[in-house]
DNA sequence: CGCTATGTTGTTCC
DNA sequence: AGGAACAACATAGC
């Protein structure tokens, strides 16, 4: 579930995996995942191990001992598995490293949305797709710049990832509620004091998701993300999961941006 | 079967 | 030129 937490746990998994290993092969089993066509992916790789990485939003960098850069991109439901030769391959796997030690690097791709290929340069791909600054490096100068300019409701210019590079979904969501600010709210008209409390946000939410690997149902009661149906657990009383944390009103469900959006109608309101 | 989904990109209309 | 709005992409799961 791959916003920049998630990714942020991706890479130190690929760190503790698949390090200084030599690259035997790369099976693809459907190229149009791949950005850099085959026979030029393993020309560069095969033979070459990892030995660095660098996340800059929801892309994660690999780099080679042999100064390749690797971009992989997690779409909607990207993941990595490390897993020895010896067991099937897991599924959706559609990626496979395969490394001499014996040991295979899956890029689990189950609907077809990731991405991966070589790039020239991190800066190089940052620029040609208008990358923003990463969410826990913005500054609110840079923030508030890039917000003043739009005129559209506050949470589709957040998940615009040359606004700020990271926000999800449902992080979004989150900062919102965490910052007291109608998802509908127009970027252009929030307040000095608004955009500090969205900066500030931004930062909370996703330090905390990655304290907790992003690991949603480790979060503080005090977050909204409880009331998303997808945290509801049989263990929970049933009402419990739909209530604003700070109790104040049954959280809403509506749509904005064309994306499933939850609020709550007493703590963010539209002045 | 119908509906939804954590993301990005392309198209169309300003 | 570039922003806004929305469809499309491919598949799984409920």
């Known amino acids: 579930m791959p916003e920049l937490p998630e990714v942020e746990t991706y890479r130190h998994y690929f760190e503790a995996t698949s390090f200084h290993q030599a690259i035997e092969a790369i099976e693809v089993e459907d190229r ?11 020309e560069t790789l095969v033979g070459q191990s990892f030995a660095a990485t660098r996340r800059v939003g929801k892309n994660l960098f690999a780099f080679t001992d042999g100064g390749h850069t690797l971009h992989l991109h997690f779409g909607m439901t990207g993941d990595l598995e490390y897993y020895h030769s010896s067991l099937p391959r897991p599924r959706h796997a559609r990626i496979v490293f395969v490394f001499r030690s014996g040991f295979n690097l899956g890029f689990i791709c189950p609907r077809k949305f990731e991405r991966i290929g070589l790039v020239s340069s991190v800066e190089d791909y940052l620029k040609r797709k208008k990358i923003a600054p990463d969410g826990l490096e913005i500054t609110l ?18 998940l615009d990832q040359s606004t700020v590079a990271g926000i999800g979904n449902w992080i979004v969501d989150e900062v919102l509620f965490q910052a007291k600010v109608h998802p509908e ?21 996703l330090r905390t998701a990655i304290e907790h690997e992003a690991n949603y ?34 959280i809403v469900q509506t749509r904005v941006g064309g994306r499933a959006t939850y609020f709550c109608p007493v703590c963010q309101v539209i002045p």
């Open 32 to 42: 149009k995942l791949l950005t850099t066509d085959y026979a030029t992916l393993t």
């Open 217 to 250: 149902g480790l979060f503080p009661r005090s977050f909204l993300i409880h009331a998303r149906e997808w945290d509801a657990s049989p263990f929970e009383h049933p009402d419990q999961h739909k209530r604003c944390p700070e109790g104040h009103a049954d």
């Open 141 to 158: 100068e840079q923030l508030t710049e890039t917000i003043q300019k739009r005129k559209s409701p506050i949470k589709p210019v957040l």
């Open 185 to 205: 709210r127009l970027a252009n008209e929030l307040t000095p004091s608004e955009l500090e409390q969205i900066h500030s946000a931004i930062g909370f939410v």
